[in-house]
């Protein structure tokens, strides 16, 4: 699907040393020797929550880190279900994949309007190549993406549809402000919990009449944690 905007990023490479999410980004070990190596085109993008920023099995030709919103990464299973392997933030980089087999693993979705880098693997492998920063950096940041992987997985696909419910409701706070808690549609969150989006509303309603959950908008996509003690199980705490 195409972006709702596609604007070159391209400026020498100012743009990449300014970025505000630099610092989390692949980009972050880089020096201005590194960045003297670059001859390709980063690419601004924009996409609508919802569209589509590649498929499973597609030919790659970049990767991409997340500026703003968040993502999805899915994956059809063999009796045909999707399955929500992953949400990404800003800061994490999508695609590395592509760097050792030259095609996506997973279709990557927009959860909200999103705002991304694409950045060539032409770019990355040169990189890669010359700079030893750029290699530890790429490095720490495959191995981060797969913990995290683990991690979540682990935390939201175990235990009864309780317990997947509440591990899932504190992994979404929201790191300016833990207060506040972002959902999605309950379909959405059965995907990625293995449950069914009944299941998923009658917990989240159970949650809210606790007093744990506090709804701030009309579509349920936004609470306020009331009760964070309500939030864990024993073993939690």
Not at 53 to 78: H, P
Not at 79 to 108: F, K, M, N, Q
Request: proline share 3%; aromatic share 6%.
């Amino acid at each position: 699907m195409i972006p709702i905007q596609t604007q070159s990023a391209w400026r020498g490479t100012s743009d990449c040393r300014s970025c505000a999410v630099r610092e989390l980004a692949l980009f972050s070990q880089l020096t201005e020797d590194d960045f003297a190596l670059i001859h390709a085109p980063i690419d601004d993008l924009a996409y609508r929550a919802h569209q589509v920023l590649f498929n499973e099995g597609d030919e790659a030709g970049g990767i991409f880190t997340l500026r703003s919103g968040m993502l999805k990464l899915s994956r059809i299973t063999g009796d045909g279900r999707r399955r929500i392997l992953r949400l990404l933030r800003p800061g994490d980089v999508v695609g590395l994949e592509a760097l050792a087999t030259g095609r996506y693993d997973s279709e990557a979705a927009a959860l909200t309007d999103v705002t991304l880098c694409r950045i060539p693997t032409e770019v990355v492998h040169k990189l890669n190549q010359s700079s030893p920063r750029m290699h530890a950096g790429l490095l720490d940041k495959w191995q981060k993406t797969l913990r995290e992987a683990d991690d979540w997985l682990a935390s939201i696909n175990f235990g009864t549809a309780h317990q997947r419910v509440c591990h899932f409701v504190l992994k979404m706070r929201h790191t300016t402000d833990p207060a506040f808690v972002t959902l999605f549609s309950r379909e959405d969150m059965g995907a990625m919990m293995d449950l069914k989006q009944e299941t998923v509303s009658r917990e989240i309603s159970a949650l809210v009449k606790l007093g744990a959950l506090q709804p701030v908008d009309k579509l349920g996509r936004l609470y306020r944690i009331g009760d964070e003690s309500l939030l864990q199980s024993p073993t939690d705490k």
